[in-house]
T-cell receptor
């Protein structure tokens, strides 16, 4: 069974540009979460999608957005990039239905975004 | 709000030393608790979990016990190996479709 796939693996952009990152969850997983990982802040939650609906959102500005398609694949978009957006963006999928408290996440290897 | 606090790293140990990485949490309700590990160049993977008070999670020689009275979930291993060098994240889930992670603790094990 293929794992969580994130593309691209590396991205270099300049300030003011926008970027789109892609995540394909494990087959059959319908929940996809996105996290931003930086050395100083650890993992910060961005948002979570289930069946094309955003169910929760972290404390990030509106420049960060996402969506999920009917095949559970998800994209996140960052517009008007800033230097501080440089980070590893991780996607995670889960097979468990809503409401359970023992939710295990399966992570991709991430997309390393560098903003110059 | 809910949060997780981990000891700061890096932690540097010699092979076969005893490992403890401290983790405490603040949460409303009754969270499930997790330890995830991230090896260089990879995403996180679940190491162990516990879903209720006094549960002990264990995997690959690592253990952690869910202590409700001290709101802690410390990670321990009796004898570390060079291959255990990684970043370790403590995490909790209380619902709301959001898992909350600590800042991570980097472990270096020297041969």
């Amino acid at each position: 069974k293929a794992g969580v796939t994130q593309t691209p693996r590396y991205l270099i952009k300049t300030r003011g540009q926008q970027v789109t990152l892609s995540c394909s969850p494990i087959s059959g997983h319908r929940s996809v979460s996105w996290y931003q990982q930086t050395p100083g802040q650890g993992l910060q939650f961005l948002f979570e999608y289930f069946s094309e609906t955003q169910r929760n959102k972290g404390n990030f500005p509106g420049r960060f957005s996402g969506r999920q398609f009917s095949n559970s694949r998800s994209e996140m978009n960052v517009s008007t990039l800033e230097l501080g957006d440089s980070a590893l963006y991780l996607c995670a999928s889960s097979s468990l239905p809503t409401g359970l408290t023992n939710e295990k996440l399966f992570f991709g290897s991430g997309t390393q975004l560098s903003v110059l | 709000g809910d949060s997780v606090t981990q000891m700061e790293g890096p932690v540097t140990l010699s092979e076969e030393a005893f490992l403890t990485i401290n983790c405490t949490y603040t949460a409303t309700g009754y969270p499930s608790l997790f330890w995830y590990v991230q090896y260089p160049g990879e995403g996180l993977q679940l190491l162990l979990k516990a879903t209720k008070a006094d549960d002990k999670g264990s995997n690959k020689g690592f253990e952690a016990t869910y202590r409700k009275e001290t709101t802690s979930f410390h990670l321990e291993k009796g004898s570390v190996q060079v291959s255990d060098s990684a970043v370790y994240f403590c995490a909790l889930y209380t619902g709301g479709f959001k898992t909350i992670f600590g800042a991570g603790t980097r472990l270096f094990v020297k041969a």
